[in-house]
């Protein structure tokens, strides 16, 4: 079983749309999460940094995580084509960061 | 304050042969990780190296190695390349300890022939 799991999509909305990707983990031990962006051809980006449980609002990015069920999500408001891009999540603290396939997203005019 | 750079962009090479991609860290960041990335598919881990020891390792075989400079510069190498390794490599560098610190470079894309 990988660390970090996420569907693939492509997610495909509307913009001015409401998006939630989602990413699920195995290790309960891990503490931080991070959500990175990467467009085509780029390497990865870091976008938000969260800890634990609970919610992190920066701009229109919102990264919630429930380690009950072992869920993380990101939530981007008010979505821009130039929001079109994967997006990774991965396990932070004292860990290295470990990717799944990340959330292609497509954010159409 | 540049970031993370890697070279060559591109890379084409014949199966069986030898590779060496480069990477000069960000600016005040002693931490170098290598990762792997197939098309459509997230990175995978290599290796890291910090104080130029390999510090950990991903699930690749001992063809992929890698090297640090006493500038925190590093240098991955493949070889007996096959035609699975083509993917985009890519270079993180960090800070010792604070994985939210890693900046990535744009990568070398390899294509194996």
């Known amino acids: 079983q990988k660390e970090v799991e996420q569907d693939p999509g492509p997610l495909s909305v509307p913009e001015g749309a409401i998006v939630s990707l989602n990413c699920t983990y195995s290790n309960s031990a891990f503490q931080y999460f991070m959500w990175y962006r990467q467009y085509s051809r780029k390497g990865p980006e870091l976008l938000m940094y969260t800890y634990s449980s609970g919610n992190k609002e920066d701009g229109r990015f919102t990264a919630q995580v429930d380690k009950s069920s072992k869920y993380i999500s990101l939530f981007i408001r008010d979505s821009q084509p130039s929001d079109s891009a994967t997006y990774l999540c991965?396990?932070?603290?004292?860990?290295?960061?470990?990717f799944g396939r990340g959330t292609s997203l497509i954010v159409h005019p | 304050d540049a970031g993370v750079t890697q070279s060559p962009t591109h890379l084409i090479k014949t199966r069986g042969q030898q590779v060496t991609l480069r990477c000069s860290p960000k600016?005040?960041?002693?931490?170098v990780s290598w990762y792997q990335q197939a098309l459509g598919q997230g990175p995978q881990f290599i290796f890291q190296y910090y104080e130029e020891e390999e510090r950990q390792r991903g699930n690749f075989p001992d063809r992929f190695s890698g090297h640090q400079y006493p500038n925190y510069s590093s240098e991955l190498n493949v070889n007996a390349l096959l035609l699975g390794d083509s993917a985009l490599y890519l270079c993180a560098s960090s800070l010792s300890g604070q994985s939210y610190g890693y900046t990535f470079g744009s990568g070398t894309r390899l294509t194996v022939v």
């Open positions: 991965a396990p932070g603290g004292s860990y290295i960061p470990t």
């Open positions: 600016s005040g960041h002693d931490t």
